[in-house]
């Protein structure tokens, strides 16, 4: 009796298991086909973009697309900037918060629990809502 519950609960675990994986299967080629779609068909002749029926597999394989982006604009530019900025953004945002995190921790001021807890409800507030009024504050004062 005994082994028969054990080899039922191991079944219902192997089940359980199998069609966790399967989801997860499925919701990863979901989130992957649009990129996949998306570099097929950078690849594309510009006349042959996105045939009806849609194809998975492509006939056809130009690098004109990228040969025309790489000479009429300066993406290697663009990207070396977006680089620089990013890696500085980081750089700055690691010293300034690690400074505010050993700040906050070991020592005791005024105002230190109001001032922490004015920091974690601006990390709750997304940034998306306080874009607009810091672009009009920095416009007000000449920086925008």
Do not use: D
């Amino acid at each position: 009796m005994i082994l028969m519950v054990k080899e039922s609960s191991h079944m219902k675990n192997t089940v359980l298991q199998t069609l966790k994986y399967m989801f997860l299967v499925i919701l990863s080629v979901i989130v992957v086909f649009p990129f996949y779609i998306l570099i097929k068909e950078s690849f594309h002749p510009n006349l042959v973009t996105l045939p009806y029926p849609v194809q998975l597999l492509p006939r056809f394989f130009s690098n004109a697309n990228y040969m025309i982006l790489f000479q009429r604009y300066p993406v290697i530019k663009w990207i070396l900037n977006s680089f620089v900025i990013s890696a500085g953004t980081s750089f700055a945002q690691l010293l300034l918060c690690s400074m505010a995190a050993f700040g906050f921790s070991r020592t005791e001021f005024r105002g230190r629990k109001v001032l922490l807890s004015l920091l974690m409800v601006m990390l709750v507030i997304p940034i998306q809502t306080r874009i607009l009024p810091l672009f009009i504050f920095m416009s007000s004062v000449g920086m925008g």
